[in-house]
């Protein structure tokens, strides 16, 4: 980044409040091209933290960044569906409704842009869903505690469709720790495991070197010896994934069937979108516990960032950055809303979240 990109927007108390007794304070800065960019590219972003239990929405006003966080339970996986958005929670997977009609009748007055309400959800109980893709019209969870790819019907938990040729069984014991998908013409095709392993947990003990890349439609691995693999994401014929315990964005060289570091990033990466020329990528600090000890980021764990990196492609080169100082230790999933500058979302906990309740009522019916 250029010096004129030195972080800027502290949010500090002229722009967050105080955290109440027993809460704590969200801070957050960004770089001056952050919000250029998203202005420029027409965009927001939704991003997911399951340690907080946060979905956020960053968009842009008037030339300022625009934050909101709104609570679910343990979130992690988001999906954009045909008629909004699917936000994977730990029991359950919730659908956002898209009211376009609402946005600029929410003040403050031609804020707003995109509007998205709370409307249903789908009890799967806590199979640990990962990431969430829509294709072929099904949501697809990525089912990690049960090792496949499912996806859900109204009266089952989930529908099981597809497990690593090395899982022998539709077990709940998380074998491989099967968490990232890559669509391709609406179907799925790539996933990322942690370990070829067929018992409990039993990607734990090698996880840094283990990780691995697998064609779904062939049934095979195309790329092994990754180091914690997320966010398998298939762009323009490219696959790309995120080398998360090496902080790495990368694509994979088809001919050798090896990853290609693009960007190395200062955090652990996980959860990511591409826009245009750009990546979107989610960066997280990492905790010392037995998931993450040993990771070749833990050897500068106190320089690693939470927030998201934005990447050009073409260049490798961080082009700019927003990253949470306190209240936000981890991401795990980045997705733009394309189109959008200022999106207003109102989840299942509007009174936790401090945010007015909305109402999306017909007209009146007349009884029959």
């Not at 250029?36 to 239990?53: E, F, N, R």
């Not at 090698?206 to 990754?226: A, W």
């Not at 570091?261 to 989610?282: H, I, K, Q």
Request: hydrophobic content about 40%.
């Amino acid at each position: 980044m250029s010096a004129d990109d030195a972080l800027a927007a502290k949010s500090d108390g002229s722009q967050t409040p105080a955290a109440e007794p027993g809460l704590t304070a969200v801070r957050y800065e960004h770089t001056n091209s952050f919000t250029g960019l998203l202005d420029q590219l027409k965009i927001s972003l939704l991003v997911t933290t399951y340690q907080a239990g946060k979905l956020v929405a960053i968009g842009t006003h008037q030339g300022a960044v625009s934050i909101s966080f709104h609570n679910f339970e343990q979130v992690m996986g988001l999906a954009l569906v045909p008629d909004g958005v699917a936000v994977g929670a730990k029991r359950q997977v919730w659908y956002l409704r898209s009211a376009p009609d609402l946005a600029a009748r929410i003040a403050p007055a031609g804020k707003h842009d995109a509007c998205f309400l709370t409307r249903s959800a789908h009890f799967t109980g806590p199979v640990q869903g990962h990431e969430l893709a829509w294709g072929d019209g099904k949501l697809w969870p990525v089912n990690t505690l049960f090792s496949c790819l499912s996806s859900l019907r109204e009266d089952f938990s989930f529908v099981p469709h597809w497990r690593p040729p090395f899982v022998t069984d539709w077990a709940a014991e998380d074998r491989c720790h099967l968490n990232g998908l890559a669509m391709e013409e609406g179907k799925p095709r790539y996933v990322t495991t942690l370990a070829e392993t067929n018992s409990p947990a039993g990607w734990r003990p090698n996880k840094d070197k283990t990780g691995c890349i697998y064609d779904v439609r062939e049934n095979q691995r195309i790329v092994g010896g990754l180091c914690m693999p997320h966010s398998p994401r298939l762009v323009n014929g490219r696959l790309w994934v995120l080398n998360s315990g090496r902080g790495e964005l990368s694509v994979v060289d088809s001919t050798s069937k090896t990853v290609v570091p693009v960007a190395g990033l200062a955090g652990y990466t996980r959860g990511v979108d591409f826009f245009g020329r750009y990546a979107f990528v989610g960066l997280s600090r990492i905790r010392e516990t037995a998931v993450f000890g040993g990771l070749p980021i833990a050897e500068h764990w106190q320089d690693l960032q939470c927030g998201v990196a934005v990447v050009d492609c073409h260049s490798g080169r961080q082009v700019a950055a927003f990253r949470f100082h306190s209240g936000v230790e981890e991401i795990f999933e980045v997705k733009v809303l394309p189109g959008f500058r200022c999106p207003v979302i109102s989840g299942p906990l509007p009174d936790v979240d401090g945010t007015d309740n909305i109402w999306l009522v017909p007209q009146p019916q007349p009884l029959t």
